[in-house]
Nanobody, 120 residues
Framework: VQLQASGGGSVQPGGSLRLSCVAS????????IAWFRQAPGKEREGVSC???????YYTDSVKGRFSISRDNSQNTVYLHMNSLKPDDTAVYYC???????????????WGQGTLVTVSS
């Protein structure tokens, strides 16, 4: 089982990035996939998740700015991040679970993280 997160980088405030999470080794179609982030000195927090049925959830701080989508044919989940703010700076992780976990940390599988830096 492997989750490979990518797409992070440095961007100015107001900019955009698209993160990708490519999965392998399990039946991706049946899994809920979530994005979490962890800023320096802070706890890991849930950002967004998408269920196997395509239902999406967002934490309040990113609603209207971030969008999550999945391409089951490519075993990939995307996190489209717009209007980025310095507070969005963090390492972003993707996680997968056969069951819906919301923004709890009980996900079975985790990727390695990709760094997003928002700074002028």
């Amino acid at each position: 089982v492997q989750l490979q997160a990518s797409g992070g980088g440095s961007v100015q405030p107001g900019g955009s990035l698209r993160l990708s999470c490519v999965a392998s080794g399990f039946s991706f179609y049946y899994f809920t996939i979530a994005w979490f982030r962890q800023a320096p000195g802070k706890e890991r927090e849930g950002v967004s998740c998408i269920t196997s049925a395509g239902t999406t959830y967002y934490t309040d701080s990113v609603k209207g700015r971030f969008s999550i989508s999945r391409d089951n044919s490519q075993n990939t989940v995307y996190l489209h991040m717009n209007s980025l703010k310095p507070d969005d700076t963090a390492v972003y992780y993707c996680a997968a679970d056969r069951f819906y976990r919301g923004f709890g940390l009980q996900y079975d599988y985790w990727g390695q993280g990709t760094l997003v830096t928002v700074s002028s």
